[in-house]
């Protein structure tokens, strides 16, 4: 006999006492400017990267532009060197050499990428500039963000986002610029005909730049960015951070300077909150390490001129380890750190190596769909496609030749002079007499070949296919 179970509705008694609200609003962050060591190294930092990004895109190397991913041409040139899609495996191994750098210095000094080298943080830090040119330093922003809406209000905000906007453009073009030719791009723009792709990737990178780097900000890292999240399990006690020294700098407390603190139990933090206001994310470093701090060292730099200020001596907030904190020392040279750097050191030379002596010439096959066919001497003939690729910046004459099955012939068309850096389609018949033939299948190989550079050759397989039974 089935029994029915009694159902009952839980209400909670209070909604407020048993919902926890999981969405916490951002709060707007107004960094105050300041000035310092650090601070000019970024500086440096962000120049240098500048000058990457703008100039590789506009100067020319050997003749055409210093980095070029040539989608049309399917052809990647970098200082000189051409890649193309049959080098995928080196533009892999540059990437891995990228990564293991990135792996070394973070295991060694942190989130130094972060805080100078990211595109994310150098373009939000050149928005920051163009606000505080427009809107003022931070308490003339508060206060700006507080007024009511009036005209003076609304030109500053105007005269901001036509700059972030201009900035974002810029960017947009130059990085477009890598993937079609930069000065064909640029007159195309100033004459009104640029392609429609290239219209929409400049439109989106413009967007995806202005709202990156004005609106978003530090949530990209919070929320967007991967090597945020994982970086912090590359880290370990040797490993240098950014640090508030709490056995210093506690009780924290304000004081009269010159006045005697020390007696009153207060350590050496005025509890000024300048390392606080100077911070991109937001965050108090005296809470110790944090997942949003992207080591930037706006707050040693703030906190070196307090402490100077006041006469005391630098470094409350430092780059140390966590060993060296505890009255320990720091190790630099650890396993982790001599692993990436072995497996770094190996990869640039595997790769430096591979790109010295990598063949300049690549050959692909295509067999023709039809099986055979009899040609007008009745030997079973086979139609290949050959793409033979120059990669050198020379014009090449090659020969070709098969082998595979005795009594083979080859038919090539026209001589196979292939233009620097060019592919030529090249229609080859290789034909045999049929008493020859007491198989169905043959493998074949062509051997493609410079005769003036013997270096240059290439060999590739295929099939040879005859009748299925034999027809003399
Ligand atoms: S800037 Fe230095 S002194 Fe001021 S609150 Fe921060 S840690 Fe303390
Ligand atoms: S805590 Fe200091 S180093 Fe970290 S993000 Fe803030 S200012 Fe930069």
């Not at 606000?131 to 507080?146: A, C, F, M, S, Y």
């Not at 990598?358 to 099986?371: K, M, N, Q, W």
């Not at 079973?380 to 050198?392: D, G, I, P, R, T």
Request: with cysteine; net charge neutral.
């Amino acid at each position: 006999m089935s029994e029915l179970i009694p159902v009952r509705c839980l209400e909670p008694e209070s909604p407020a006492a048993d919902s926890v609200d999981l969405y916490e609003s951002r709060t707007k962050i107004h960094p105050r400017s300041f000035t310092g060591l650090y601070r000019r190294l970024r500086m440096q930092g962000g120049a240098a990267l500048f000058l990457l990004f703008f100039g590789t895109a506009w100067i020319n190397w050997g003749g055409r532009q210093a980095v070029l991913w040539d989608i049309t041409h399917r052809q990647f040139s970098i200082f000189g060197a051409t890649f193309w899609p049959q080098d995928f495996m080196l533009l892999s191994a540059l990437l891995m050499i990228a990564a293991f750098g990135l792996f070394c210095l973070t295991v060694f000094a942190g989130r130094v990428w972060c805080g100078y080298s990211c595109p994310q943080s150098v373009w939000t830090w050149i928005f920051m500039w163009a606000e505080k040119v427009t809107e003022g330093d931070r308490n003339q922003r508060i206060k700006l963000d507080n007024s009511p809406f009036g005209a003076n209000k609304a030109l500053r905000r105007i005269y901001k986002h036509l700059l972030w906007l201009s900035i974002s453009l810029v960017t947009a073009i130059t990085f477009v610029g890598y993937f079609t030719p930069i000065r064909e791009l640029f007159m195309g723009l100033l004459n009104l005909e640029v392609g429609g792709w290239a219209a929409f990737w400049i439109f989106f990178f413009t967007a995806a730049t202005y709202i990156n780097a004005g609106w978003l900000r530090e949530q990209v890292c919070f929320h967007m960015c991967p090597y945020g999240r994982f970086q912090s399990s590359m880290l370990d006690a040797n490993s240098l951070v950014i640090t508030y020294d709490a056995a210093r700098g506690e009780n924290r407390g304000p004081r009269k300077k010159n006045a005697e603190y020390q007696s009153a139990g207060l350590g050496d933090c005025i509890d000024c909150k300048m390392c606080v206001q100077v911070c991109p994310t937001g965050i108090d470093i005296r809470d110790g390490l944090q997942m949003q701090c992207i080591g930037c060292a706006a707050c040693i730099d703030a906190c070196d001129s307090i402490m100077d200020k006041m006469g005391y001596a630098p470094g409350l907030i430092r780059y140390t380890s966590d060993n060296a904190l505890n009255g320990g020392n720091t190790r630099i040279l650890r396993p982790r750190l001599v692993g990436y750097t072995a497996v770094l050191i190996t990869l640039i030379g595997i790769f430096s190596w591979t790109v010295a002596t990598r063949p300049l010439l690549s050959v692909d096959v295509a067999r023709d769909r039809t099986l055979f066919r009899f040609n007008q001497e009745n030997e079973v003939e086979n139609n290949y496609v050959l793409s033979v690729l120059n990669k050198s910046r020379e014009s090449r004459t090659y020969s070709i030749s098969v082998v595979g099955l005795e009594g083979l012939n080859i038919r090539v068309d026209d001589k196979v002079n292939v233009a620097p850096e060019s592919m030529l389609s090249v229609p080859v018949a290789v034909s045999v007499s049929p008493e020859m033939l007491s198989e169905r299948n043959y493998d074949i190989v062509f051997q493609v070949y410079d005769p003036e550079h013997p270096e240059d050759q290439s060999f590739v397989e295929s099939r040879f296919i005859g009748p299925s039974v034999p027809v003399w």
